[in-house]
């Protein structure tokens, strides 16, 4: 009986490789758990990587507005090449009735001049690499015309093993709703099962695009929402995404969502004007690890904020917080928190932004980063911190307080910034950095002052001085 049952697994191996050239990867995978025979089939096949993502040939671009020219048309027709030239060995494979793994395929770059000609070379190429188990499917290219960028759509439809996928992340494209109607992904049982990881920058969706893709990726555990355009409604549900461990989004102003995920680990909050403290829909009480950025120019209730997030968040371990202070005193009360980061922007009036004043009450913190921190008091009553990390941002003249009063950066400044820097005793770095916007005392006066500094305080690790000198003790 046994030997009836797995009486597919005595095919000949020409045959048993076309069976699996015709299955879906998901079925294909089923198989390779049914015999030892096709798990050895499937171990056989060739692993491919292509990745032009770190090619400078292709031109990097940071996440950022910054936009690279548009290449020379024999050079662009040159990168276009390259990229045909590394898929041939697929196109062969499709002839011989073969299959291979793909580990990735990864790209960025201008190389189109509209979202047609995108579309023309994309397609294939997609379609190409999804007709076979692909793992990690990332895409940054960018249609320009003239001096606008256009997005370039989605393909309508994957490739027979576009189910296969564990990453997906795409940048400056078009989600339409017949890309998931279509013939691959149709019915209801076509989902992505593998599905890890979501990352989409400066996408547009049409309709309610985002709830149906998500809805299909049920071993979904990273999220990322960047810019994207048209996201209306975004509803996330701890029943829908039980492994789901972090969340990335950039909030705009016209989004309305709503995040109760009882097992998020990782939750990173970027708002777009005029929201910048709305937390009201996130109940996810189990966070750790937070990341709040508030956008510049919006000042916060700072310590009203602040005892409502690490309320609303008892578990969190890892604070980052990015935004424009109102308070001259600034408190943190937290017995979990073991890494605090706070990045003070400077508001438009000038008395907002700065750290006067910071009163710790974090007994356990290990880790302590502070960027454009103007305070010359800091205190803390942890005896467990191991790094400390400060940035401080100034002009020629900086405050030492909300009032009118300004001190010159020479030596009396740094007389306040020793007694300042005695709060901090790490087990292992304390780290500072000076960095004067305009011009500021002496050279000279700034080293004799950063040389005294370092002499005084036995255990500052370094000290640089931007513009300067850069000192430093072991």
Not at 70 to 95: F, G, M, N, R
Not at 194 to 209: A, C, D, M, Q
Not at 213 to 221: G, I, K, T
Not at 365 to 375: H, I, Q, S, T, V
Request: aromatic share 10%.
């Amino acid at each position: 009986m046994e030997d009836d049952a797995d009486r597919i697994s005595q095919l000949p191996e020409a045959i048993m490789e076309k069976i699996l050239f015709l299955l879906p990867a998901m079925d294909a995978i089923r198989m390779s758990f049914s015999s030892k025979i096709w798990q050895s089939l499937w171990n056989s096949l060739p692993v491919s990587n292509f990745d032009f993502l770190n090619d400078p040939a292709f031109g990097h671009y940071r996440y950022s507005s910054y936009v690279p020219p548009y290449y020379e048309h024999s050079t662009v027709k040159k990168l276009i090449a390259k990229i045909d030239e590394s898929l041939k060995i697929l196109e062969e494979d499709e002839e011989h009735h073969q299959k291979r793994i793909i580990e990735s395929f990864r790209g960025r770059g201008t190389l189109f001049r509209n979202e047609y000609e995108a579309s023309q070379y994309l397609n294939p190429w997609i379609k190409l690499v999804t007709n076979n188990p692909i793992k990690v499917l990332e895409l940054h290219f960018k249609a320009m015309h003239r001096i606008k960028l256009c997005r370039w759509p989605f393909p309508y439809s994957l490739g027979v093993d576009g189910t296969s996928l564990v990453v997906l992340r795409l940048s400056h494209c078009l989600l339409e709703p017949y890309t998931l109607e279509s013939q691959i992904i149709a019915s209801k049982d076509k989902r992505f099962p593998f599905l890890k990881e979501i990352s989409l920058l400066r996408v547009e969706f049409s309709g309610s695009l985002v709830d149906e893709l998500l809805s299909r990726c049920p071993s979904l555990e990273t999220l990322k929402l960047h810019h994207c355009l048209n996201l209306k409604s975004l509803r996330i549900w701890g029943a829908m995404f039980p492994k789901l461990n972090t969340v990335s989004l950039v909030l705009g102003e016209t989004l309305d969502y709503k995040i109760e995920l009882p097992n998020l680990h990782t939750l990173c909050l970027e708002f777009v004007p005029p929201r910048y403290d709305e937390l009201g829909e996130v109940c996810c009480s189990n966070v750790k690890k937070l990341s709040v950025c508030a956008p510049p120019n919006e000042v916060i209730s700072t310590n009203q904020f602040l005892e409502e997030l690490l309320s609303k968040f008892p578990l969190l371990e890892d604070l980052t917080l990015s935004a424009t202070l109102d308070s001259a005193e600034t408190k943190i009360s937290s017995h979990q928190l073991k890494k605090l980061t706070i990045i003070a922007n400077a508001g438009i009036e000038k008395h907002y932004g700065y750290i006067w004043e910071l009163n710790l009450d974090t007994p356990n913190l290990l880790c302590f980063l502070c960027k454009n921190c103007g305070a010359r008091n800091i205190s803390l009553n942890s005896t467990k911190l191991e790094v400390v990390n400060l940035e401080i941002k100034i002009g020629s003249y900086v405050r030492i307080g909300p009032g009118p009063c300004l001190y010159h950066i020479g030596t009396l400044w740094f007389l306040g910034l020793q007694q300042c820097l005695r709060n901090f005793t790490p087990h292992d770095a304390l780290n500072v950095t000076i960095k004067p916007l305009s011009s500021v005392s002496p050279p000279e006066v700034l080293h004799s002052s950063g040389l005294y500094l370092c002499s005084c305080i036995y255990h500052l690790t370094s000290l640089k001085i931007c513009r300067s000198h850069f000192l430093s003790k072991n």
